[in-house]
């Protein structure tokens, strides 16, 4: 995205599951709508293990797909304090 890598405006989200779960399609549907009827690109979040073999960069190009370990159970949070997480990465 740029020479300098760095976007002045995107989506954002965050989700885990398997790739054929409905978060995975609940996912897919917001990277399709942004394609649609948005020029700025989507990052989203993975907090788990396997993403989509079919989101290739070919059928979504702003699509930018960044992997984290999610938290352990031991630590007591929320999945939803994962949406900080992915702010600040």
């Known amino acids: 995205f740029g020479g ?7 989506f954002i989200n965050y989700y885990a599951g398997p790739p054929d779960g409905k978060h995975a ?4 549907e917001l990277i399709r709508s942004v394609h649609e009827f948005s020029e700025h690109p989507i ?3 993975h907090f ?3 993403t989509p073999k ?3 960069v070919e059928k979504f190009p702003r699509l930018i797909l960044l992997h984290a370990r999610p938290m352990d159970p031991s ?3 929320s999945f ?4 900080l997480r992915a702010m600040l990465l």
């Open 4 to 10: 300098s890598g760095w976007v002045d405006r995107a």
């Open 25 to 28: 399609y609940m996912t897919e």
């Open 43 to 45: 990052l989203v979040y």
């Open 48 to 50: 788990g293990v396997l």
């Open 54 to 56: 079919r989101w290739t």
């Open 75 to 77: 630590v007591g949070r």
């Open 80 to 83: 939803n304090f994962n949406k």
